[in-house]
């Protein structure tokens, strides 16, 4: 099967310190999610789009929450500051968790986010440990669909909520296209759906292309290419008609036997 890192978003992984860097932080300077968020969040619309689960999940309460595939921890950490949620943030790769690690340190929100380091389908907790699953372009990854889905019933609190945005397919995909999704994006699982992110991704990639110089400034040739080369793939993929989105809200509703 295809390694994760043959998506080129998840190479790299120290752009953001470079980004740091030109905001005049040193490695050790504090920080605060607000300062973060055009770097930290790996899905579309980024905060705003945060905004909304928030306004799904409510945010008077001290409640457990999951995020399943936390990449950078960006969003835990918006999550947990926007609310009163003690955020679990699980993600897979070790260099992003290790970077989320410290990243959560110098926002001074160890307390609030804990960082586990793993893959969900081996994720053990007690049945009903959370109040809210949520995930952002990550469910997409990770096969078997009906145990993924059967794992966050099982670890969602009765009430509870599970809430998701995630890449689909918005018709048949041939081998050749399944093969390719899988390079590029790393597309393990994609079900039928349509969604508006064919806009955002051709604008990114555009902004992208017309900030060049800076970027190379920045990041250097290879970490440019990677992103340039990401960047277009999405692109591409959306623009097919082949790739789209979906956001899904849903409660766990107890069943009286
Ligand atoms: C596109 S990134 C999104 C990261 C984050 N949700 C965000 O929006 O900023 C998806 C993340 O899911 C992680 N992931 C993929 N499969 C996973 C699995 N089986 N368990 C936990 N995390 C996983 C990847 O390593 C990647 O960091």
Request: aromatic letters at 8%; glycine letters at 8%.
């Amino acid at each position: 099967m295809t390694d994760i890192k043959s998506m080129k978003l998840y190479r790299h992984v120290e752009r953001i310190y470079r980004e740091l860097g030109e905001l005049g932080k040193t490695i050790e300077d504090p920080l605060n999610v607000y300062e973060l968020a055009p770097f930290d969040q790996l899905h579309y619309h980024g905060t705003d789009a945060l905004d909304v689960a928030l306004a799904m999940l409510g945010i008077d309460q001290q409640q457990n929450w999951l995020e399943i595939g936390s990449g950078l921890g960006g969003p835990a950490r918006y999550l947990a500051t926007c609310s009163e949620a003690h955020v679990t943030a699980l993600e897979l790769q070790p260099d992003q968790h290790e970077l989320a690690l410290d990243l959560t340190a110098r926002c001074g929100l160890e307390d609030r986010v804990e960082h586990v380091c793993g893959d969900f389908l081996q994720f053990e907790r007690e049945a009903g440990s959370f109040d809210a699953i949520v995930s952002w372009l990550a469910l997409y990854h990770i096969p078997e669909r009906a145990r993924l889905l059967e794992k966050c019933h099982r670890l969602l609190a009765p009430s509870g909520c599970f809430y998701t945005e995630d890449l689909t397919a918005r018709g048949d995909i041939d081998d050749g296209q399944r093969s390719l999704l899988e390079r590029d994006l790393y597309a393990i699982t994609l079900r039928h759906i349509n969604a508006d992110w064919a806009e955002f991704v051709r604008v990114r990639l555009a902004a992208y292309r017309a900030d060049r110089a800076r970027h190379l400034r920045v990041h250097g040739e290879a970490a440019v290419t990677a992103m340039t080369d990401f960047y277009s793939a999405v692109n591409r993929h959306f623009q097919s008609g082949k790739l789209g989105g979906i956001r899904l809200c849903a409660r766990k509703l107890e069943v009286a036997v």
